[in-house]
């Protein structure tokens, strides 16, 4: 198939934009023609590009790359992820755990071809297919992307959603059925979560039934039924979910609370970098005073992680709870 001038510099062009650094011998080659012509395909980019930067205050250019040996654009970034940053996503993916085999395999495969400029595609497969071929799915392999987008339109159109959940534990006939007011989905701990506010029925309408959101993960969601009752968010009161996972501690829900904890260990980064909200307050011989806010007793999981490294002071009812859970373990392990 022969290529038109204009087809080979708007080709050209839109590899150049994508971050290709393009030789003069593979492109004739490609299109059949001598390296002459692709040198004056490039020269008419450079014009054209030139006079854009001119029009459009814009500072893009072709530059000679020595060490590749070939043209590239610089001046504007590249639309396309660098090796880097697909490796690192690649991975955090892979260490997430949170699709099946195949979704994980589609979506790596997506964004290798999608991101990565195409010399480097090999490579950059090569890095992520050991872990791949040894990823090993959750005990639930059921694919959710279709639910995720799903649920997340209804967030975006505040529309009321009927869902039937089954907790932990319980199998499918005892799944509790619940109106809710949906408002984000978070990701903590391999699971994908839904947040949304319960809903009571009075008269026809329905209010909420709590002051703080419910947590629902999305695989436990047997069934859902969007409505055609929505429900009104003032941009005032809408639901802020970057603070919301800050007080959050592994999608336990509750009440917001204030606490208070002392911490002896080596490292006070250990709670500043699990609990977004803290702030220390003061610091002596005895270790770091620490304030933060969170949601609900999830909390406990990670205290009861630190041993005597903290101490809870308040609130009285969390130090309680701590106690509780201590003195049961202790009962359990005595001869």
Known sequence: MGYSKNERILD??????????????????????????????IDDIRAFLAERNIAKGENRQIIYDRQQKGFRLVGSPSPLMTNSEILAVSKILLESRAFTKEEMSGILNKLVAGC????????????????????????HPIGIQDKLW??????????????????????????????????????SEYYFYLNAYITKENDGKYTRK??????????????????????????ASRFQEGEFRKRVQFMYPGRLQSIRLRYTGSSVEAILDRLPTAKIVSQDANGYLVEAEIYGNGILMWLLSQGNRVEVLAPQTLREEMFRVLTAMLERYQP
């Open 12 to 41: 050209l062009y839109e590899q150049l934009c994508a971050g290709r650094t393009l030789t003069k011998v593979k492109e004739a080659l490609r299109f059949g023609i001598d390296e002459r012509s692709v040198q004056r395909d």
């Open 116 to 139: 990565v400029p195409l010399e480097n595609v090999k490579l950059v497969s090569a890095l992520v297919s050991n872990e791949l071929f040894h990823y090993v799915e959750l005990t």
């Open 150 to 187: 799903e649920i997340g339109c209804d967030i975006q159109q505040h529309h009321l959603m009927r869902i039937r959940y089954q907790r932990q534990g319980a199998d499918a006939a005892s799944a509790v059925e619940r109106i809710v007011e949906p408002v984000s989905i978070l990701f």
């Open 210 to 235: 709590y002051d703080y959101p419910a947590i629902f993960r999305i695989d436990r969601i047997a069934d859902y039924k969007i409505m055609e009752q929505t429900f009104s968010l003032p941009y």
